[in-house]
């Protein structure tokens, strides 16, 4: 993954849980290729992994979002084919399903508040005058 796809999407998942559609829409703006959904979950599943991020759904009480302590492969196979009533990118009907599903929400770990940090040191240093 190249670094300003990282820090893009490090920061967006910092500002608020991001879903599938925020991934998908930051993935392809920063690809000069046609990004498919399945290319959107190896993205988050790269993160995922990299221990980056945790992955959840909003929740229908007060806790607001919900962590999923499930391994990798249930969370992936939850954003694929649906989970809880929402649909996954295999199951979604069409494009405009994927912008509203809520079948994922993503959160940053401490690992990727520190990354984000570091990242945004390098890019200050990068770019002194902002």
Known sequence: MNVELEAELLADIDDEWMPFWGFHTIVSSLSPEPVSPEDTAAVIESLFR?????????????????????????????????????????????????????????????????????????EEAADPVQ
């Open 50 to 122: 990299r221990g980056l991020i945790t992955l959840g759904e909003l929740a229908w009480n007060d806790l607001g979002w919900e962590r999923w302590d499930v391994p990798v492969d249930v969370a992936m196979n939850r954003i694929a084919h649906g989970h809880n009533g929402k649909c996954g990118y295999v199951s979604a009907p069409g494009p405009e399903h994927l912008m509203t599903t809520e079948v994922v929400r993503a959160d940053l770990t401490p690992l990727g508040e520190q990354r984000l940090a570091t990242l945004r040191s390098t």
